[in-house]
């Protein structure tokens, strides 16, 4: 069954699973092997140019790229994981809220949602980092934060669509607590959307936390993160240019992976495609 | 018509306020002294004191809200704590800079998406809707700093044609305002480009299948007419929601984008301002900001019963 | 400890020492080729030069930080200002006299020196600026250092013309550091004519003196400068802010380019003309772009300024002298200064820069590096692992890249330390209100090691950001400010001596600069303050360097 639902995937979409799968594993191997301490700094052997030895090249302090780069998948991939989960855990909470009490709870909520939505995603994020102070917890929080308004939007919008059906009401009918519809009826079907939605946040993660170590504040220093590594290695791009192209690479490939995985998560889940398919 | 942009208007007002005292509360709890900071290396107790006392930082914040909150009511938007500039005008000038880098890029995104969007459609499932999807999605993964990174590397040290930084405005000198904004716009244009191909393939997708398409063909319509006549209005008016909230979210500056290049925008004067603590600059610009990506996206509410005929204003 | 009667000119006394040496033979050389490249000096053009972010007003020593001193020298002189090798000489003042008790000063002014508005420069115009920045309302910076309300106590209690080219200050006391505080950079205490203010008091522009006006200000772009036709010279070689400072181009344009790749890339495709004080990890490249291509020269020069470890003495473990001195023998001086400027800059941990005449062999003997005493020390004063935060930021490279190197040291020896890497607001609030364990800091260029050891060294009961609160060194630092110049001697090293004592905080090295230039901008020479100087500069538009390969 497993294996059916992989090979129904398009050939894009089964490259990308082995390529995020090559990633995740990399985080992994991290913990187990690395051919260089990525903290260990080695004057003579700075800003050296990819060779057997260094695969990737050395930095300006002389640290080994390619075991960063394999620590700094780690990093990358954790904290736009949890900041998805917290933006999900936030929005699901308010939204469904909202949805399912409506009146003046709903209004309140929205107008709370609305004015997070229309503040600019990434400033937002700056100032609420520059609070909490740089971190994976700090880029997590803030970011997690941005992003809960996206999803209690959706989150809303599915639960007032479904509030009104039947099953709802039968529930209802048959003595149930409202609590226990809510969780019962209302939770599992905003799944789909919300896996599709995840799994734009999380690229959307994944290049904002690069965006922030661009404007000076992300993943703190000796840990590497790939955004970190980019903005880093901005400075050296006329005479080692890798150390921009490397993580801008990877990062770009792990986005591509995620953004077409995702569009064939949309077209598995998404009702409206599904009866095109048909 | 004109009631309900009324209605629509004062809408709006319940959000504005909560973003205002959202913005004042949160730059507030930033740590960081923007007297400490206008002293630099010369301070001591006393100065601190008196440069506090001289920016109306001695108040409790509440009080310095509501006081900040009555000057807004006037049109006052303060001045900068930094640079004493005022900081209404300042937020106009930066914004005109803003726009010059943002429309064009805009323009040629919507230009290039739309028509990509509606091919892809058209030739559903052969080797040109791949290959524009293939594009678009390519585009979407490449993160725009990078494209700028890349793209200074290229055309400013490797094969130096172009210049790589600093803004000219259009009205002083257009060929020069033109050579500088092509690497700036090249940077922003391409997430734009993918993002409203997707959106434009979709809604055109959708509406291929719809009965009326049937029906025209079915009539004997040529297909140019089928695609400019049916497809094209009812496709585009979805896609319209996504229009305006890119041209929203890019009108509040692209920070990233004008800092690599050093244009002065918008975007820049608000990342400056968060780190200098220049609260009154930051305030006004967040809450322009915000209220302009609001009124774009009222606008596109109400431009969208123009081009979708099933949805009437209520 | 009270001055004979003399005459400032020239101000520094030194003794015959190798740096003092070094110096002297290279201030000739300078000198030499000033003198023989003055005559080719070709007037015209337009010079740009990159600036990381906008400046903060027009107004000198009011609204300011580095990059708006740096615009504004040009534009505004004082009456002294400091030579190359950081002694105080004379600028708009031809002479300068100072009575037998140390408490007159004496300026006589230059004759025909004209501000920008035309009008010649007299006694009144210096009495009005002066009446001006001590007023309050001002808002002068550095207003405690002459009314009395700052630690040294110093006031000036009159300052009056006593004919149309002279004027003459009146201290409450004698002080040998009152001309190095009027020459000082970020107060910049400038002669301007009445014109730079509106009627109501409130600054309208500056009108000065100095070689190069105020142009166009476009505010998030940057600030032009015009070429003061009128500018009279002085005669001796350029030196310093002073000397010779003959503009020969036409328009300063100070552009502003945050992005420092951006910056670079700029000066590669010749859109700027000239970057400063760029970070040594940003040599790298540009060394690389001059040998290759050859259209760009750099010229690399050591700064006044300090770098440091800043170590929390409140802190109950930290506080410790045991603690502090394990720290020390942690940390591999040489290393780190090798480390974060490639070797350009020589490690020096006393306050007294390695470039001044008052550094000796003495200020070399600093704790040696041994990770094992450092670990038994550190065991001995209590600490068991518990987890230090050490502040940085990324702001300013040097402090960052210390603070990568310093972790690598301590990690090494035992300590369990955590970067924070916070913005730079935010670490300097945290250093004024004394919140942080460990900081990655940096003191900017003091022109007197007497002045260094002021910012640092006084009565935390006042003010938190001062890191030495010992008795003895105060009184020590006290006495320097009126000490002769054999009395400085001794004073330093002994506050050395019991700097190293008690460790107050680490010295790093006195950091390293580069500026560069595109090759056609002619005889632009760097110095110690680390901000560029543009007079005696000029285009020479014969050398472009080697065409693209």
Not at chain 2, 161 to 188: N, Y
Not at chain 3, 175 to 192: D, E, P, W
Not at chain 3, 264 to 288: E, Y
Not at chain 3, 304 to 324: C, N
């Amino acid at each position: 069954m497993k294996y059916r639902a992989i090979a129904g995937l398009s050939k894009g979409a089964q490259s990308s699973l082995v390529l995020l799968s090559i990633v995740a594993l990399s985080a992994l191997v991290a913990h187990v092997y690395l051919p260089y301490d990525p903290l260990a700094l080695n004057i003579e052997h700075r800003l050296q140019g990819p060779s057997l030895e260094h695969l990737f090249g050395t930095d300006f302090f002389g640290r080994d790229m390619f075991s960063r780069m394999l620590v700094g998948a780690g990093v990358s991939l954790r904290v736009s994981f949890f900041s998805v989960v917290f933006a999900t855990l936030l929005g699901t909470l308010v939204g469904a809220c909202a949805g399912y009490y409506g009146g003046w709870t709903d209004r309140l909520f929205m107008i709370c949602v609305d004015a997070v939505l229309a503040m600019p995603g990434i400033l937002l994020a700056l100032v609420l980092m520059l609070i909490i102070g740089a971190g994976e917890a700090g880029v997590v929080l803030a970011l997690g934060l941005a992003y809960a308004p996206t999803v209690a939007r959706t989150v809303r919008g599915t639960v007032l669509s479904i509030r009104e059906k039947e099953f709802v009401e039968a529930a209802s009918v048959m003595g149930m607590s409202s609590r226990y519809a809510l969780l019962r009826h209302i939770v599992p079907n905003t799944f789909g959307p919300l896996t599709v939605l995840c799994s734009s946040l999380f690229a959307q993660a994944l290049l904002s936390e690069s965006a922030l170590s661009f404007l000076g504040l992300g993943i703190p220093p000796p840990y590497p993160s790939w955004g970190g590594m980019l903005a880093d290695g901005r400075q050296f791009i006329s005479q080692a240019p890798w150390l921009c192209l490397i993580p801008g690479a990877a990062i770009s490939l792990t986005l591509l992976s995620i953004n077409t995985l995702g569009d064939a998560l949309r077209d598995k889940l998404d009702p409206r495609t599904r009866r095109r398919m048909q | 018509m004109i009631r309900y942009m009324g209605i629509k208007l004062a809408l709006l007002l319940p959000t504005l306020f909560v973003v205002s005292a959202l913005i004042f509360g949160l730059i507030r709890q930033i740590p960081g002294d923007p007297a400490a900071i206008l002293l630099g290396d010369n301070q001591n107790a006393a100065a601190l004191a008196a440069v506090n006392e001289e920016l109306g930082l001695n108040d409790t914040v509440a009080a310095q809200y509501f006081s900040w909150l009555s000057k807004l009511g006037s049109g006052d938007f303060g001045q900068s704590l930094m640079t004493k500039e005022a900081v209404l005008p300042a937020i106009g000038k930066r914004f005109l800079v803003t726009l010059q880098v943002v429309l064009p890029a805009f323009l040629i995104a919507v230009f290039i998406a739309l028509p990509a969007g509606l091919a892809a459609a058209y030739y559903q499932k052969t080797w040109i809707d791949r290959l524009i999807v293939v594009v678009a999605t390519f585009s979407l993964s490449v993160p725009s700093f990078w494209m700028a990174l890349l793209l200074i590397y290229q055309f400013g040290i490797d094969w130096p044609i172009l210049p790589t930084g600093g803004f000219v405005d259009i009205a002083s000198d257009l060929r020069e305002a033109i050579r500088h904004l092509i690497l700036p716009v090249t940077a922003l244009v391409f997430v734009e480009i993918a993002i409203l191909t997707r959106i434009m393939r979709a809604s055109a997708i959708e509406v291929m299948q719809q009965d009326y398409i049937v029906h025209a063909r079915a009539k004997g319509i040529s297909e140019m007419q089928v695609v400019f006549k049916h497809v094209f209005p009812n496709a585009f008016a979805p896609s319209l929601t996504v229009i305006g909230l890119i041209l929203g979210s890019l009108l509040s500056g692209t920070a990233v984008i004008e800092t690599v290049f050093g244009i002065p925008g918008l975007g820049r004067f608000i990342v400056d301002a968060i780190y200098a603590r220049d609260y009154p600059v930051i305030q006004g610009t967040l809450l322009f900001v915000v209220a302009i990506y609001l009124l774009v996206n009222l606008l596109t509410d109400l431009l969208y019963p123009l081009f979708d005929p099933r949805v009437r204003l209520s | 400890m009270k001055q004979a009667l003399n005459d400032i000119h020239p101000p520094v006394r030194l003794r015959p020492q190798p740096a003092y040496i070094c110096m002297l033979i290279a201030v000739c050389l300078l000198i030499y080729t000033d003198l023989t490249r003055a005559a080719e000096g070709k007037t015209g053009g337009e010079l740009v030069i990159a600036i990381s972010s906008d400046i903060r007003s027009t107004n000198p020593g009011v609204n300011r930080d580095g990059n708006t001193d740096a615009v504004l020298y040009h534009i505004v002189e004082s009456l002294v200002a400091f030579a190359d090798d950081s002694s105080v000489k004379p600028l708009l003042a031809e002479r300068i006299h100072i009575s037998g008790d140390g408490r007159t000063y004496q300026f006589t002014l230059r004759k025909g020196v004209y501000f920008h508005n035309g009008t010649e420069l007299k006694a009144e115009h210096v009495v009005w600026s002066w009446r001006r920045l001590l007023d309050p309302a001002t808002g002068f910076r550095c207003l405690d250092w002459y009314d009395g309300q700052g630690n040294t106590g110093l006031r000036i209690e009159e300052i009056k013309a006593t004919n149309d080219y002279q004027v003459e200050f009146q201290l409450n006391k004698a002080s040998s550091l009152f001309l190095h505080r009027m020459a000082n950079l970020q107060c910049l205490t400038g002669i301007v004519h009445p014109d730079s203010v509106n009627a109501d008091g409130t600054w309208k522009r500056p009108v000065g003196t100095g070689p190069y006006s105020l142009g166009k200000w476009k505010r998030g772009e940057g600030v032009y400068l015009h070429r003061f036709r009128r500018y009279s010279s002085r005669s001796e070689a350029r030196d310093g802010l002073t000397g010779n400072k003959t503009p020969y181009l036409d328009t300063l344009f100070f552009r502003i380019t945050p992005d420092p790749t951006a910056a670079m890339a700029a000066l590669f495709s010749g859109a700027v003309d000239l970057l400063f004080a760029v970070p040594p990890s940003a040599r790298h490249s540009l060394a690389d772009r001059a040998q290759r291509r050859g259209d760009i020269k750099l010229y690399d020069y050591l700064t006044l300024d300090w770098t440091t470890l800043l170590i929390q003495s409140d802190h109950p473990l930290l506080g410790k002298p045991t603690m502090r001195r394990a720290i020390a023998h942690a940390l591999a001086h040489n290393q780190i200064a090798e480390f974060s400027t490639l070797g350009m800059a020589p490690a020096n941990a006393s306050a007294v820069q390695s470039i001044s005449p008052y550094f000796n062999e003495k200020h070399t003997q600093w704790l040696d590096y041994n990770p094992q005493k450092a670990r038994q020390l550190s065991l001995a004063a209590g600490y068991q692992g518990e987890e230090l935060v050490l502040q940085t930021n990324r702001k300013y490279s040097y402090m960052f890249d210390n603070a990568i190197a310093i972790q690598a040291m301590l990690h090494a020896a035992g300590f369990n330390v955590r970067l924070q890497v916070l913005d730079w607001a935010s670490q300097l609030s945290n250093f004024l209100k004394g919140e942080f364990q460990l900081s990655s800091f940096g003191y900017s260029a003091r022109s007197h090691p007497a002045l260094l050891f002021g910012t640092f060294t006084g009565d935390r009961g006042v003010s938190l950001n001062y890191q030495w609160d010992d008795p003895i060194a105060r009184s020590l630092v006290a006495a320097l400010e009126n000490a002769s110049e054999e009395e400085t001697h001794k004073i330093l090293d002994q506050l050395f001596t019991r700097y190293r004592e008690q460790v107050p905080m680490i010295g790093l090295y006195n950091d390293h600069n580069t500026d560069v230039t595109r090759r056609r901008v002619k005889n632009y020479q760097p110095w110690a303050f680390g901000r560029p100087r543009l007079w005696g500069v000029w285009l020479d538009e014969t050398l472009a360097g080697k065409p693209d390969p």
